[in-house]
């Protein structure tokens, strides 16, 4: 995620200075609205620990949209002091919020006792910690979907910038309103918004453990953090030599270096998951006519895969990483993945995991113990329908009977994310993502579940490509031996519903392997040469509505897969033609018994 950038100087009470807190308090209200109105959302919700951060943020959320529009979301594990439990009810209760207390122990002890012997028996406190974070971050996710709402994140710009939260935990939400306030801000905030006293004045705290305070973790207090913080960037923003550091913050250099790491240490969490480069045009190939993968010669799939090889290697390396953990439950791009970053580490440096649910009809080849055999590496499998069982009782009825098919199914996608990075904290190992280009143009992949991940091997080809890279990483000699393995057989990804449910709307397929052919043909004219709807279709020969609606799909994956707003306005993102276009027509388009002169102005 963005941190954000200052012009003012650094406050002389060691905050990041950007504003006072009544200008603060309006702008964060105003990160909130906007966020909600851009979506036309009902409402946001709030996981209140009662701590100081989530009771600002909710305070800041009834400031914006009035009480009856949020929700308080209270999950407490057995590490959660009875104190803090208390504080939030309580406040929750004076904001006059609807509150719902979901109690995560029993689920979090069903892991211990059933999922995790099984995937990672090496596990301590702070993989456990952040399984936690990420059961919330779930739990959360299916109230907000449930409820047509937003959640708002709690983190604050030091914990971000220190990188001292949960990815895909507590660092996942849709709007961040303390994200561009310090902790020494945010308690001047808080005060402001009367957030009671012992809350203000409370040691912040994880709960990763009974008794663990985030100051004793992070080495010295906050207001000396902020105040390095704040000279940091300062010095960053300089264009003129400034003083040391150190005295510019009035803290040791011990301190100071500490942070100086942590900040290029975490910076991976607040960035998108890498993925290759998309070679150049004139590299790849893009055909003027439809037919065939955009991929169409071994050179070229030779080049995709080395550069998804060289990434592997990379963030391996730079990490310090023991290898890469890859869910082999998703078709042929698990497949692919693993035999990347396989060929990439060795097979002794990758971990699979098949983490079923429910049995979903249709998506029985490639099975993962398949592709495990093939391209040599471990797996363990584990259903985490206990867990999900446990997360759902735990929940209030009414979500389970308001949540529909596909708000499950990203649910269990979240849960199953929740798992893999357990694996991966445990073992000191990176998630390799599977899904590829065309997934993250059309926001196929859940945000938070199967498209989180630290990087993404595939992120470079398109779906339609997958073909002829299965070639190059030699998974086409199977033979009789093992048919599943056929290129032509292999599914593009697959969906573990609920029994019954059908796919979620925005992963629909569409349709025969030429229409992937087509769809990946038309965004890469769409988005690889940016010419635009008119010209993509007359290019490539297709109806301009088939344009105009995977057009439609990309811009809105673009709006909710960017980094989540910390500060009102504009998205920091990149402006493609054919959003200008959709945009013109909106704006131009007659309003009901309207001519079209008569929007023509606005």
């Not at 010295?220 to 913050?249: G, I, Q, S, W």
């Not at 292999?490 to 052919?517: F, I």
């Amino acid at each position: 995620m963005a941190t954000g950038h200052t012009d003012n100087p650094p406050a002389a009470d060691g905050s990041l200075g950007r504003d006072s807190p009544e200008a603060g308090r309006s702008r964060s209200t105003e990160c909130i609205l906007d966020a909600v109105e851009a979506v036309d959302a009902d409402g946001v919700v709030v996981c209140l620990s009662g701590g100081i951060d989530s009771a600002t943020a909710a305070a800041l959320a009834v400031d914006a949209l009035g009480a009856s529009a949020v929700t308080a979301l209270i999950m407490p594990t057995d590490t959660t002091a009875e104190a803090a439990v208390a504080d939030a009810r309580a406040f929750a209760d004076s904001l006059g919020v609807d509150r719902e207390t979901v109690a995560l122990a029993p689920a979090v002890d069903v892991f211990k006792r059933y999922v995790a012997p099984r995937i990672a028996p090496a596990g301590d406190v702070y993989a456990a910690g952040n399984l936690a974070a990420r059961l919330r971050m779930a739990c959360a996710y299916l109230v907000a979907d449930a409820t047509n709402a937003l959640v708002v994140g709690t983190s604050n710009r030091s914990e971000r910038l220190l990188g001292y939260f949960t990815k895909y935990g507590d660092g996942a939400a849709d709007v961040f309103p303390l994200a561009e306030h310090d902790k020494t801000a945010v308690r001047a905030l808080a005060t402001r918004l009367d957030v009671p006293p012992e809350i203000v004045s409370k040691p912040p705290s994880a709960d990763f453990w009974p008794e663990q305070t985030d100051e004793s973790e992070l080495g010295a207090p906050y207001a000396a953090l902020d105040r390095v913080l704040a000279a940091l960037l300062a010095a960053a923003d300089d264009a003129t030599p400034p003083e040391p550091v150190d005295e510019a913050a009035s803290v040791d250099r011990e301190t100071v270096e500490r942070v100086v790491e942590r900040v290029a240490g975490s910076a991976h969490k607040r960035e998108y998951p890498p993925a290759p480069p998309r070679p150049a045009e004139t590299e790849l190939g893009v055909a003027d006519a439809l037919g065939g993968g955009l991929v169409d010669g071994g050179d070229r799939a030779a080049a995709a895969v080395a550069d998804a090889r060289d990434l592997v290697c990379a963030r391996a390396e730079s990490a310090d990483a023991d290898g890469v953990v890859v869910d082999l439950g998703a078709g042929v791009d698990a497949a692919v993945t693993a035999a990347i970053a396989a060929d990439a580490l060795g097979p002794e440096r990758v971990r699979g995991v098949h983490l079923p649910c429910h049995k979903a009809a249709g998506f029985a080849t490639p099975t993962p113990e398949s592709i495990a055999d093939r391209v040599g590496i471990d797996c363990d499998r584990v259903t985490i329908r206990p867990l999900v069982a446990e997360l759902e009782a735990a929940l209030p009825a009414r979500i389970a009977e308001e949540a529909d098919a596909s708000g499950l199914a990203e649910f269990v996608s979240r849960v199953r994310m929740a798992c893999r990075y357990y694996v991966a904290n445990a073992e000191s190992l990176l998630v390799a993502g599977t899904t590829t280009r065309t997934d993250a143009l059309l926001g196929r992949a859940t945000p938070y579940g199967d498209g989180a991940a630290d990087l993404r091997p595939l992120g470079g080809s398109y779906a339609s490509e997958l073909g002829r890279l299965c070639q190059q990483v030699g998974l086409t000699d199977m033979g009789s031996d093992d048919p599943a393995l056929a290129v032509d057989s292999l599914p593009l990804g697959s969906a573990d519903l609920t029994p019954g449910a059908v796919a979620p709307a925005d992963r629909e397929d569409w349709g025969s392997p030429d229409d992937h052919a087509r769809t990946d043909s038309i965004l890469a004219h769409l988005v690889d040469r940016d010419l635009g709807i008119e010209r993509t279709a007359a290019t490539l020969g297709v109806d301009r509505e088939t344009v105009r609606r995977c057009a439609e799909r990309h811009v809105r994956a673009e709006r909710t897969g960017t980094a989540p707003p910390t500060a009102p306005g504009e998205r920091d993102r990149r402006r493609y033609f054919h959003e200008i276009e959709l945009q013109f027509e909106s704006d131009t388009r007659p309003a009901a018994g309207g001519s079209l002169d008569s929007t023509a102005e606005r």
